[in-house]
């Protein structure tokens, strides 16, 4: 109830108006599912980034692990723990 009487006095929140937000259509791709991939290369499976990408896949039908064209990109998709290590001191040459 106090929260529905500050919206309507207009002190509400200053989150997002829409589900159409950057807050999930931008983070949970490039965000969460570059975390998840991470830890899988880690052998430490961010397990709660995992469920967060099936839940808001599912919620919104589509599938933001396949949104994110940069991992593929980069070739982090291909790479070992060892290999992107290595190209974190280095970087790309």
Do not use: K, W
């Not at 509400?12 to 259509?25: A, C, D, F, I, Q």
């Not at 967060?52 to 896949?57: A, E, K, L, Q, Y």
């Not at 940069?70 to 790309?92: D, F, H, K, P």
């Amino acid at each position: 109830d106090m929260n529905q009487a500050m919206h309507e006095q207009g002190r509400g929140g200053s989150g997002p108006s829409t589900v159409e937000s950057r807050y999930v259509l931008e983070d949970v791709p490039f965000g969460l599912v570059v975390t998840a991939r991470l830890g899988q290369l880690a052998g430490c499976p961010a397990l709660l980034h995992e469920a967060g990408i099936r839940i808001f896949s599912a919620l919104y039908g589509r599938d933001f692990t396949a949104e994110n064209d940069l991992l593929n990109a980069l070739g982090i998709e291909q790479m070992t723990l060892a290999q992107l290590s290595q190209l974190s001191r280095s970087g790309y040459t």
